[in-house]
Each structure stands twice: as C-alpha cells, then as structure tokens.
C-alpha cells in the first residue's frame, strides 16, 4: 500500500466517523426538539398524539380546556354593586363556583357597595379580591373605586372556614351607619361582628387578610378567630388589617382541646 492510498484511506474515514457524529447529532437535535415540543403541546391543552417510529397510533389525549392563571368574576354573576341590590346571592354563587370551577379560585369584585342580608361564606382555597376600601384609613368612604361588603344582619357577615382562603383589598362594612345616600335599607340591626375565621373539628390554616378595612361592628367582634370541637386555628397571614369602631376589636377564643395561635 502506498503513503497515497493509505492517506486518502484515513481521510475517508475522517470523513466517514465525521458524517457519523453530525447524524447523531442530528437524531439527538430532532429527539430533544421533539421532546419540547411535546411540553409546549400538552402545557397549551393541544391534543397529543402519541406514535412510535412505525407510525402506528398508541393513543389519543384530549383534555378540557383550562385558562391557566385565570379568575372568577362576580360581575358574570349579575352582582350590582349599588348599595340597593340584595348581591349576597350573586356573591356566594360566585364564591361556590369558584370554589369548585378549574379555572380558578380568586373571586374578583369590581368597585361599588355590594349590599348583602346573609353571610358570605368562604370556603378553603377561595379569596375574594377588592380593588381597594376608598381613601380614607379611618372611616369608609365610598370613592377612589373602591370594594365594601356592606352587611345587614345579625350574624357574621364573612365566614372563613376553609385553609389557604381570605381577601384583600376591601371594606367589610356593617350598614346601619350614616352615610346620607346609603343610610336606608337596614335601620337598627347590629351584626354579631364582621369576619369570622373558624376551625370548628377541623385544622384552619394559611388564611389571609391583607388590605381589609373592618369597620363599624359595635355590636360584637370585628375580627375573630375561634376554634371548637378539637379544631384549630393557626398559620394566618394579615397584613395592614385596620379596625375601627367596634364593640371588640380581635376575639380569640379556643374550647378545650382546640387551638388558636
């Protein structure tokens, strides 16, 4: 064999083993592409087919469709926000379906007095969320696009009683005070306090109060937490919580056996 021949043998297989890698490289290049694409595929709720290298169908995906990161709206379910319109059903069916819909569990309020005669009740993984309690940190004021719950009762007029639940941005608001325009519809009932946060049997965690404007209960509790029946209330977040004009401001209260902390 000559130095040629064994020169241009050795190039040919430089050439060769060359070829070789940038083809696995390749395979390696469509596998990694096609894995990412099957990613993008199932995150955006496309249906997935799934084939081997023979073609063949193995199966077919098809999923609902869920709108990731959105919300449930209380306008959808014909709130008024006027101060005359009963909205306590419109903000509980809200509040429900939320509670069991997939695309969400925060409940968004527009601005407005969203008058109510039953407590709303507020189950675990659900918040309501204002867009705000007005400009005033003292007293409730009915401006700056503002969300107040405004209770006419004898109860609570919110009822935490799930984990990981709350609100934020918002007035809670016993009616009877007077505001002029806003003054009728509820004369002379006081309700038994505002917020309620309750592990009655049960453990009531990581609930969350933040930006919440409590105001006008004098006839009972502005805020509180209570757990009876072995249950426990405990791990809450709350945040620029303002109380004001109440006959207490925080109750906390524990049968034997239960916890509050």
Not at 91 to 111: E, F, M, N, R, W
């Amino acid at each position: 064999m000559t130095i040629a021949t064994t020169a241009g043998t050795i190039s040919a297989l430089v050439a060769f083993v060359s070829l070789l890698v940038a083809h696995q490289n390749q395979n390696k290049q469509i596998h990694d592409l096609s894995r990412q694409l099957s990613e993008v595929l199932e995150l955006s709720n496309i249906d997935t087919l799934l084939v081997e290298d023979d073609n063949a169908l193995l199966s077919r995906r098809t999923e609902e469709s869920v709108s990731v990161g959105s919300f449930t709206y209380a306008s959808d379910f014909g709130v008024v926000g006027d101060s005359k319109a009963n909205d306590g059903p419109a903000l509980q069916a809200a509040i429900d379906s939320a509670a069991t819909d997939s695309s969400g569990g925060t409940v968004i309020l527009p601005k407005g007095v969203f008058f109510f005669s039953e407590p709303l009740v507020i189950p675990g993984g659900v918040t309501l969320q204002g867009q705000g309690y007005g400009s005033s940190p003292l007293a409730i004021q009915f401006d700056a696009g503002g969300t107040t719950l405004a209770y006419c009762g004898t109860d609570y007029a919110v009822k935490i009683n799930g984990s990981s639940s709350g609100m934020r941005d918002l007035a809670v608001y016993d009616w009877p005070y007077n505001h002029g325009e806003f003054d009728s519809g509820c004369p002379d009932i006081k309700a038994a306090g505002g917020v309620v946060v309750k592990g009655d049997g049960k453990l009531v965690e990581s609930v969350e109060l933040s930006n919440v404007f409590i105001y006008y209960f004098v006839g009972g509790d502005a805020l509180s937490l209570i757990a009876t029946n072995n249950g426990g209330v405990g791990y809450g977040y709350y945040e620029n919580l303002r109380l004001r004009h109440a006959h207490t401001g925080i109750n906390l209260y524990a049968e034997t056996g239960s916890f509050v902390k």
